[in-house]
C-alpha cells in the first residue's frame, strides 16, 4: 500500500494503479491538516509507504528511532505523475 501524502495530487493514486500498484491518498483516509505523525502512524499499521514531497517525515522518523514507515521523498518542483511520466518516455523512446 502507498500512502500518498495530502501535498500531492491525488492524480498519485490513478498513476500508480496504472502500475498495479495499491495507492490511496490521505484526503480519502484523513483530514488534510493532519500531522505528519498521523500519517507515518496510519502508514506503519498498514504496512505501506509513504510518498511525500514533505521533507520533514525522515527527520521525524530519525527523532522517534523508527525504522518503518518506507518514505519515498519526492525532491522536484514538477509534481505532476502523468506530465512527469509523458516527459520520461519522450526522452527514453518508451
Do not use: C
Amino acid at each position: 500500500m502507498i500512502l500518498i501524502d495530502s501535498n500531492l495530487t491525488p492524480a498519485w493514486v490513478e498513476y500508480l494503479q496504472s502500475f498495479g500498484m495499491t495507492a490511496v491518498h490521505w484526503w480519502n483516509i484523513g483530514k488534510g491538516d493532519a500531522p505528519d505523525s498521523e500519517l507515518l502512524e496510519w502508514a506503519a499499521a498498514h504496512n505501506g509507504v509513504l510518498l511525500t514531497s514533505d521533507g520533514d517525515f525522515s527527520q521525524l522518523l530519525a527523532l522517534r528511532g523508527l525504522s518503518r514507515p518506507s518514505v519515498i521523498y519526492l525532491r522536484t518542483k514538477e509534481r505532476d505523475p502523468w506530465d512527469r511520466g509523458n516527459r520520461y518516455a519522450a526522452r527514453t523512446g518508451g
